[in-house]
């Protein structure tokens, strides 16, 4: 049998067994949670660990009721309501992003097509905020939060959620933008018509590959995020990834709504990123290989 | 009232310039030719004319009226891009509507689509108007492009580069219908062109740019026949012109110009032209003869005698290679003459068809005054 580019077969088992290996340990907390969410609770302490048990949807019901829990044979009153959570989620994680559009797109466009004073240090600083470790600002933003009365608001956790989606969206789009030509531009510009209504006209709509891109990927970072809900937010507006939190107290840890919550939490990424896999890894590759 | 004046316009790049004091009137109606090699500013001229750029220093009138800072709107200039610059999300019906639709316009839906129809037939183009730009030729780009400049009646024409990307037969198509709507439209036109064929066959009037610089303007005619310097006499024509390096020695009132590399290669020049050559006072010239006018003769009459060093057999006429002692002479010959590598061959020229360069600047030697 002939291989592709006459890789030697044995390298070629190697390299797929690591792929494996990889896959598998990356699936395989994600996998544990979903069975998770579906085993009792003695399940899921038993050791040896079950693969094959009688699935139940009661982690579920607890979570969405918000009402009861059963431990044994006592039954607890619950006020977590994980409903909420997930609505702060969406309220959260859907204004950054049209926060971040909205300042965002200008924002690209003028990095991409104007050269002024300071272009690549403005655009590196906002790039900085995505390698630079959250934890490193989290304690005088508490600070500050607290001072100003944000803590605990959505409009703060929308605002201090701009580190994670506006440098996504400026840097995803920066380098869209640079791949139309200018002379489209200025084809429009000499049509008649002013730069604010050619960018509407013509850069707009062919950037909207990108500004669809961005945004998604932008909403799922958003949406993973746990330590700005954790530290500037309080239970009225914490994000559904601290929901899962509510479940561990003194008294107990309830592992199968952790998990059932997890489940929840990351279903909408989940669908999202299958969704739109394909504009994802475009808008990615754009502004990985753009410098 | 469509005319265009640069008053010494200087376009900077940083520190390069792109276009350097350039002065120059375009007339009313007028299809004015810039020609060059790349790099020589042609684009960059459009563009200050389309206010696309901001001049550096000096004036720009368009139509009487000083234009340094229009904004492109309101210059009522049309421009099409060596790249047609469609816009790849709109049909070519809305391309070419799109400045019909432009603020300044006023017009309604049917009037727009009137004229877009109007255009579309005579661009031979109706059954394309529902096609999106990826869908068309290279040629049918061209089509839309241009469709796109006419729609609006702008005053003036900027054409970049229009007939590059086209394939050869469509060019030629393309080259004609372009000069006669043209002179049915009567609008003032900047055609840029890097070849010298559109240049010539297109032009009322040829501006000749390099680095810059604009070297020489005048009809196709003049400007072939008597290029300011050797850097003109070089980029107009095809096959490229024969440049020699003589030495020049004054006999009585003739002057005789000998090859340096082989002193075979002689022309006597008399009367003015010896004259011309006397009071430039240079012990060396560089002369140009175009290669259609030398003439293959006998070996046994023909005054020079060179050897074939490759001969291309052509239709109309053959292009034909002649080492000659050490120069390397490019020859039009007739459709129906074969030749031979290594055959001995005779030519030649007369006298008056030799150019007199200054080897030191480039100058033609009787065109400067």
Known sequence: MKHAKGEPLLLKIVLDALLVVMFLAILFPFIWIVLAAFKTEADILAWPPKFRFPPTLDHFRNILSGKTYELGKASLQSNIDIVRFFFNSLIVSCGSIIVSLLVGVPAAYAIARFKFRGRENIAFTLLSFRFAPALMVIIPLYIIFRKMGLNNTYIGLIWVYQLITLPMIVWILRGYIEDISPELEEACLIDGYSQWRTFWRITLPLARPGVVAAGLLAFIYAWNNFLFGLILGGSAVQPITLGALQFISTAYVRYGDIAATIVLAFLPALILSIYSQRHLVRGLSFGAVKA | ?369
């Open chain 2, 1 to 369: 009232m469509s005319t265009v004046v640069f008053e010494s316009v200087t376009k900077m790049y940083g520190q390069t310039p792109a276009v350097k004091d350039l002065s120059l009137e375009i007339k009313e109606a007028e299809f004015f030719v810039i020609v060059g090699p790349s790099g020589a500013g042609k684009t960059t001229t459009l563009k200050l004319t389309a206010g696309l750029l901001p001049l550096t220093s000096g004036k720009l009138y368009i139509g009487g009226r000083l234009a340094n800072s229009l904004s492109p709107a309101q210059r009522n200039v049309a421009m099409t891009f060596e790249s047609y610059a469609l816009y790849p999300h709109m049909t070519v019906q809305d391309n070419i509507a799109n400045p019909l639709h432009s603020p300044g316009m006023n017009l309604s839906e049917s009037q727009i689509a009137s004229r877009v129809h109007e255009i579309a037939e005579m661009l031979g183009m109706g059954q394309l108007l529902e096609r999106y730009p990826r869908e068309l030729s290279g040629g049918q780009k061209q089509r839309v492009a241009l469709g796109r400049a006419m729609v609006r009646r702008p005053s003036i024409f900027l054409l970049d580069e229009p007939l590059s990307h086209v394939d050869a037969k469509v060019r030629q198509h393309m080259r004609i219908e372009l000069n006669r709507l043209q002179k049915e439209l009567k609008t003032t036109t900047i055609y840029v062109t890097h070849d010298y064929v559109e240049a010539l066959s297109l032009g009322d009037r040829v501006g000749v740019l390099n680095h810059g610089e604009l070297i020489q303007v005048g009809p196709p005619e003049e400007v072939y026949s008597r290029p300011l310097n050797e850097f003109v006499a070089k980029h107009l024509g095809q096959p490229e012109i024969n440049l020699i390096d003589v030495i020049v020695t004054s006999r009585n009132g003739t002057v005789l110009l000998q090859g340096a590399k082989n002193p075979k290669l002689q022309f006597v020049l008399e009367g003015k032209r010896a004259q011309v050559v006397k009071e430039a006072n240079c012990p060396n010239l560089r002369i140009g003869i175009r290669p259609h006018k030398i003439t293959c003769a006998p070996v046994e009459a023909g005054a020079l005698i060179g050897e074939v060093y490759v001969f291309e057999p052509a239709v109309i006429s053959g292009q034909l290679m002649v080492d000659f002692g050490g120069y390397m002479l490019t020859v039009l010959t007739k459709a129906s003459d074969r030749f031979r590598i290594g055959q001995k061959v005779g030519f030649e020229v007369s006298p008056n068809d030799v150019y007199l360069f200054d080897p030191q600047t480039g100058k033609n030697l009787e065109a400067a005054r």
